[in-house]
């Protein structure tokens, strides 16, 4: 890209919606306080480890990250992984995986991971996304749960609020408003309800650059090694489907590798400030594209505000009746989900909807992002084989004398297909020649390569000669590389004589 193109991205980027962006930023920040504290208590650390940690992300990750207008900060997805090391070996160790895992999430957007993601099917993105959309709405629930009746009012007027303001005035985003509006309530008339300060207490100061006080020798390499690598695979396998639903939200393309180098960026140097790894939040992202925001200025502000705001405004935020930001959450549940696939299970493909609800139902009943979702890439994978093994034939034509048959193979010769192929030759026929044509076909991976030896053995240790013909480039490369039927004592070896 020359210099006059990178510098009107740069422009477009960050000064292309400032206002919009800087006012959905600031009603990210307000809801990433309460987040972020539950996700401490998840963690079993400080409210201000998780803080500091949404602090640091958000902000670095507006500089380095290659999806503008996503939202990463301190997250569940990272901090239930991160339990254990808390509880057997304490905080300082916690820090130490997040710069590591912050390191190897560098190393796998430099090594280009992020093409990975071709693989994961539209019934595993819907599948996460209605998952996700579940999980939001099921951590609202306590706040839900035995409070008084006047919550539930609160929370109805909030979802008004959203829903309605829009229609009178699209000058200040609705969540912003629903938050303005209602903490003015609760502190006017002084409502007995749950607020921000009920949760925890905030910092008070500054992150302060240190290093984790842990020895450093291979013992230690060997405690957080394991606690790394699970948070740097989850958390670059949720900020790239994250990245990937705001590209369609906006109709715009995203840098994924880019975006994975930002995620180490940001998490390595996180854990240098005493913050918790994360990644990048749908809930978050998903508020901060329907409050308007699209730019880098978005998850900048969202960052500094965050940091204004608890050390600065903590006296007005502690008043944010909870009702409020439960509002906003249950919002954002409801636009994730994806109610079309609900009508869909009656019209698509029903391995498509298997995969779907697999997924859903993974991610949902274990709390983890990765296993059902690569539970679903494996259903996928195998309903996809069952599909191209099912189109696969052959047949054949014998001579009028009866002394020679050309075989003809058509579709995709591989593992799930290569049983197939074996059982269509009669080996016992009294043949003096035998032609395989597989130029309607493509030879793709070890097993197809076994069973084309194979056959081919089996009808020369009857005495026929066989032509194997029509071979396209690349079906010719992995036979000559694998292959061993034109190899000395070839049908010793593989026929067991």
């Known amino acids: ?121 539209r019934s595993v993105m819907t599948g996460f996304v209605n998952a996700l959309a579940i999980l939001i709405f099921m951590a609202q629930l306590p706040e839900l749960t035995n409070v008084p009746v006047l919550t539930y009012v609160l929370v109805a007027v909030g979802l008004g609020i959203i829903y309605g303001a829009p229609y009178v005035t699209k000058a200040i985003p609705s969540p912003l408003l629903c938050i303005i509006i209602l903490t003015l309530a609760s502190m006017i008339f002084g409502f007995d309800v749950r607020t921000v300060d009920d949760l925890g207490e905030l910092p008070s100061s500054l992150p302060v650059f240190l290093l984790p006080d842990i020895p450093l020798n291979f013992e230690t390499l060997q405690i957080i090694f394991p606690y790394s690598v699970g948070v740097a695979a989850v958390g670059l396998l949720e900020s790239l489907m994250t990245a990937q639903i705001v590209d369609e939200l906006t109709d715009t393309n995203s840098d994924k590798d880019r975006e994975c180098v930002g995620q180490g960026i940001s998490n390595t140097v996180t854990g240098f400030l005493g913050g918790m790894a994360g990644c990048a939040m749908i809930g978050q992202s998903i508020i901060n594209v329907k409050s308007g925001g699209r730019g880098r200025l978005s998850a900048l502000t969202a960052g500094v505000g965050l940091l204004f705001m608890i050390l600065v405004l903590n006296d007005w935020v502690k008043q944010i009746p909870m009702a409020a930001l439960v509002a906003i959450m ?34 949902v009943y274990t709390h983890n992002l990765a296993i059902g979702v690569m539970v679903g890439v494996l259903l996928s994978g195998i309903f996809f084989a069952g599909k191209i093994a099912q189109i696969f034939r052959v047949t054949s034509t014998v001579t009028p004398d009866g002394r020679a048959r050309m075989y003809r193979v058509e579709g995709q010769l591989f593992f799930a297909s290569a049983d197939e192929f074996s059982r269509a030759f009669d080996f016992k026929e009294a043949l003096d020649e035998v032609t395989i044509d597989v130029s309607a076909a493509h030879i793709w991976d070890i097993s197809s390569v076994a069973a084309v030896d194979m056959v081919v053995l089996k009808f020369r240790r009857e005495g026929t000669d066989v032509n194997l013909v029509g071979m ?18 070839a049908m010793e070896e593989m026929l067991g004589h």
């Open 1 to 121: 890209m020359n210099l006059p193109n990178l510098r009107h991205e740069l422009r477009h980027e960050w000064f292309g919606n400032v206002r919009a962006d800087m006012l959905a930023g600031i009603v990210v920040a307000l809801a990433l306080i309460p987040e972020a504290i539950a996700f401490a208590i998840i963690a079993g650390v400080d409210p201000k480890v998780a803080l500091y940690a949404s602090f640091s992300i958000a902000t670095l990750i507006a500089f380095t990250g290659g999806r503008p207008g996503m939202i990463s900060a301190a997250t569940a997805a990272t901090a239930v992984l991160m339990t254990t090391l808390v509880r057997d070996y304490g905080l300082e160790y916690l820090l130490a995986a997040t710069i590591l895992a912050g390191l190897l999430q560098i190393v796998a957007g430099f090594v280009g991971l992020a093409k990975l993601m071709r693989f994961v099917s």
């Open 330 to 363: 249950i919002m954002v549940s409801i636009g994730t989900f994806s109610w079309s696939s609900i009508k869909n299970l009656r019209t698509h493909p029903r391995s498509s909807s298997i995969v779907m609800l697999a997924t859903v139902a993974l991610v």
């Open 472 to 489: 396209n480039e690349a079906s010719e490369t992995i036979v000559d590389k694998l292959g061993v039927h034109d190899k000395p004592g």
